[in-house]
Nanobody, 120 residues
């Protein structure tokens, strides 16, 4: 099993920004694979926030962004260092959640996630 590791969560004020990072214990694991960011709050189902395809560059990759974060969140990947990012700008209190990453077409055991708390 590959271990997925999320980092970058923090406590920020509304309107602030954070950049989350997702890496895998196998440095080649993300090669050619779609990677997605998810979030979960207590009592709610985990939802996909953003997804980036395994191929293509920043101009041609197939990207999905949840409507509620469109225009504020950006997903990107650096294949050289096996890392996928979630840039979050204009954060709102409703973005407060634990954020996870995974490979949606070949799901792995969920990592511990990274906590994002947005204060009003």
């Amino acid at each position: 099993q590959v271990q997925l590791m999320e980092s970058g969560g923090d406590l920020v004020q509304a309107g602030g920004s954070l950049r989350l990072s997702c890496t895998a214990s196998d440095r080649y694991y993300f090669n050619g694979k779609a990677v997605a960011w998810y979030r979960q709050t207590p009592g709610k189902q985990r939802e996909m926030v953003a997804r980036i395809s395994g191929n293509g560059n920043i101009f041609t990759a197939n990207i999905f962004i949840l409507d509620s974060v469109k225009g504020r969140f950006t997903i990107s990947r650096d294949n050289n260092i096996n890392t996928v990012y979630l840039q979050m700008d204009g954060l709102k209190p409703e973005d407060t959640a634990v954020y996870y990453c995974n490979t949606p077409n070949l799901p792995q055991t969920w990592g511990q996630g990274t906590q994002v708390f947005v204060s009003s």
